[in-house]
């Protein structure tokens, strides 16, 4: 069964650090979507992408946040200047449907955890 | 309002128990619907969309009511490998995203 891949699967990093998390979506998918949680809470969407541009953002996905679709397979998400509050589960999710077809399952993967020091 | 809310459990039930979950949205534009399980620390994954006219996949059975903006599932002759977190899922119609409710715990003992 086809999968999105996410690497590393756990980061450990200083406060004010960048970070890079990335993800290989689904080869034939072309919605992105990254979506965050952090512990014992619900998962928060932070952005989609589409047709190489970020399609929405939450208000979580502020300019310390970025997405680039680098290659043609990599799916990146960079955190330019980390803060505590960002120690969360990153997931990255794809989709071969439009949002508003009424059959946009997102696959997701297994995730990156984040822990900022 | 919450965008999607759902009652937080945890449902302690015996195996073989039927047991119903609830989910309310706020958007009425809204067009997708679903439930999705969430293992311990692991991804959500889809268990099944939810259609307007309702839809049953073997013990689970979904219901929309557009007009109330509810959303049901109904898990029949629970096993203990039903236990997880029911995440009710709902796209912000006309928006590229799905929206998460906080889940509900469920936990099937023997």
């Known amino acids: 069964e086809p999968e999105v891949t996410q690497t590393p699967s756990h980061q450990v990093t200083q406060m004010g650090q960048e970070v890079i998390l990335r993800c290989v979506p689904i080869?034939?998918?072309?919605?992105f979507y990254w979506y965050r949680q952090i512990l014992g809470q619900k998962v928060e969407f932070l952005v989609s992408f589409y047709n190489n541009e970020i399609s929405e953002k939450s208000e979580i996905f502020d300019d310390q946040f970025s997405v680039e679709r680098p290659d043609g397979s990599n799916f990146t998400l960079k955190i330019r200047s980390t803060k505590l509050e960002d120690s969360a589960m990153y997931f990255c999710?794809?989709?071969?449907?439009?949002?508003?077809?009424?059959?946009?399952?997102?696959?997701f993967g297994a995730g990156s955890r984040l822990t900022v020091l | 309002r919450k965008e999607v809310e759902q009652d937080p459990g945890p449902f302690n039930v015996p195996e073989g128990a039927t047991v119903a979950f609830n989910c309310t949205y706020s958007?009425?534009?809204?067009?997708?619907f679903f439930w999705y399980r969430q293992d311990c620390r692991k991804e959500p994954k889809l268990l099944m969309s939810v259609y307007s006219s309702g839809n049953e996949d073997g013990r689970f059975t979904a219901q929309l009511n557009r007009a109330s903006q509810y959303i049901s599932l109904l898990i029949r002759d629970s096993k203990l490998s039903d236990s997880a977190t029911y995440l009710c899922v709902v796209n912000a119609g006309g928006y590229n995203k799905l929206i998460f409710g906080a889940g509900t715990r469920l936990a099937v003992h023997p």
């Open positions: 958007n009425s534009a809204s067009q997708s």
């Open positions: 999710a794809s989709s071969n449907r439009a949002p508003n077809s009424g059959a946009n399952v997102l696959t």
């Open positions: 080869s034939n998918h072309l919605y």
